[in-house]
């Protein structure tokens, strides 16, 4: 990671810490799965796009918000999942209202303690 990837990561953890805290969500839980998700990332560094899920290429961004389910509700809720600020403000959302469950395909990484 060079020091702009680890300016850019301490930028995006200090987002999501201040966007959960005011949200009401587990900021480390936020945390762990964005890690998880995308590695701290919502773009693509070869391309400049929005990260794209490895295993579901409709997966997008920082907490890979899978499009086929959310793109619809995100967007009609003024939240741009294509957008860092977007995908973090409609992951929260669906921590507080659903909880870690549309990410259990992470589990695995995020449910270790150790994680971030």
Known sequence: MNDKD???ALT??????????????DKTLALKIAFCESTMRQFDKS???????????ND??????????????SQNMGHDIYSTEGNIDYA????KKEGSRPWNASRPCWGNTTTV
Do not use: C, M, W
């Not at 987002?15 to 009401?24: N, P, S, V």
């Not at 391309?47 to 290429?57: A, I």
């Open 6 to 8: 680890l300016s850019t």
């Open 12 to 25: 995006l953890k200090d987002l999501i810490e201040t966007k959960a805290e005011e949200a009401g969500v």
């Open 47 to 57: 391309s400049g796009k929005p990260l794209r899920g490895v295993h579901n290429p």
């Open 60 to 73: 997008v961004g920082l907490f890979q918000i899978n499009e086929d389910y959310h793109a619809n509700r």
């Open 92 to 95: 929260l959302y669906l921590l």
